[in-house]
């Protein structure tokens, strides 16, 4: 899509509470995502969701680079421009290599991954196309992941499912240039 369903609520449609809302989410160089300023439209979901998704993001017990792997597995699914484009660089900074996020789009079976690796991007595999994890996948994960990781793994999949049908669904616009999906038109 080129072109936003749903505007960005500019600044001047912004109550004071979601002007307040919208600062409390901006970037550390103090501009904000069109993700943020396109659900402000939507305040108590904003607010809600924001505060889920940052505890999967920020404050989750996985750590960050299979988070990332899981997303860009998850976005790549989705085919959402926006998500891949914007966690590229959060999975450079969680210790992805440029090699392992083009691989990504290979999938599990790629040549490359740790049968660990592997055994996460099966999960968000199975996680889309089945709404679930296969038996032996979650065996070993389980090897892996205590109980407390294994609810986040399948919650943050879920999580970054609703992200994209939203960003897709919108036609959210990146904020500049993002990386794009190997393999995939932009």
Excluded at 131 to 157: H, K, N, P, Y
Aim: aromatic share 6%; hydrophobic share 40%; net charge negative.
């Amino acid at each position: 899509m080129s072109t936003p369903r749903i505007a960005p609520l500019a600044p001047e449609g912004r109550d004071p509470r979601t002007a307040e809302l919208l600062d409390s989410l901006r970037r550390p160089d103090g501009s904000e995502l069109n993700l943020f300023t396109t659900l402000a439209h939507h305040p108590r979901l904003l607010k809600r969701w924001s505060a889920f998704g940052g505890v999967l993001l920020y404050a989750g017990t996985l750590p960050a680079r299979e988070r990332e792997l899981l997303i860009l597995r998850t976005a790549w699914h989705c085919d959402a421009h926006y998500e891949w484009g914007q966690h590229v660089a959060i999975a450079l900074a969680a210790g992805v290599t440029d090699d392992e996020i083009t691989r990504v789009a290979s999938g599990p079976h790629a040549p490359g991954w740790s049968n660990d690796d592997a055994v996460l991007l099966h999960a968000a595999d199975e996680l889309h196309a089945d709404a679930r994890i296969s038996d032996a996948t979650w065996a070993a994960l389980g090897e892996r992941f205590d109980q407390a990781q294994l609810i986040e793994l399948c919650m943050l999949v879920g999580q970054y499912h609703l992200v994209a049908f939203t960003l897709n669904s919108l036609g959210i616009q990146g904020e500049g240039p993002l990386p794009a999906i190997p393999g995939r038109p932009q």
